[in-house]
């Protein structure tokens, strides 16, 4: 894509070509805005949310990765995706108020295979708490992160973001 610009260096017409090929034609970035002055230079701004979206992303993947957890002397795989949590709660829940019983629950054997285990209260007790205080701690994580790319100012620069967050860009 390509930004068509007017003299005063302004954004007139974004088109869909690989490259500019006239001389108020130039390249196209993501903080290109129609309208708006043209600029090659990513703005502060525009870097400040791209490492607090980086840094979100990993934050979704430290919440809903595996945890491995032992219990009754084997290890299981369980998946913490929001959609994965829904369905152990489904299963959870009624040994939660029973304080007892066990549940049919599709675990990771191994890192290549899941099947059906029946775990007791105690072991879904285990996993519940083992995962709910993982994924706490990646929400502190995250959010330590973002309150400290959230402070870093225009003057110190793109490269304090790559300090607090290093993404290299």
């Known amino acids: 894509m390509i930004c068509i610009l007017d003299e005063n260096n302004k954004i007139i017409n974004i088109v869909n070509a690989e490259y500019p090929v006239e001389n ?27 490492y ?28 913490c995706a929001p959609e994965d949590i829904t369905n152990f709660m489904a299963a959870y829940t009624p040994l939660m108020v029973k304080q007892d019983g066990e549940t049919g629950y599709k675990v990771w054997l191994d890192k290549d295979k899941k099947g059906i285990v029946k775990l007791d209260y105690e072991g879904m007790k285990k996993a519940y708490d083992t995962v709910r205080s993982s994924q706490l701690a990646a929400y502190a994580w995250y959010e330590d992160i973002k309150a400290k790319l959230l402070a870093v100012t225009e003057v110190e620069g793109k490269e304090k973001l790559e300090e607090v967050f290093p993404i290299g860009g």
């Open 24 to 50: 108020n034609e130039r390249l196209f970035y993501p903080w290109n805005r129609l309208w708006e002055q043209y600029t090659d230079v990513e703005p502060f701004d525009y870097a400040k949310n791209r």
């Open 52 to 79: 607090i979206n980086a840094a979100g992303a990993e934050f979704a993947n430290r919440r809903d990765e595996v945890r491995w957890i032992e219990i009754a002397g084997v290890t299981y795989g369980f998946d």
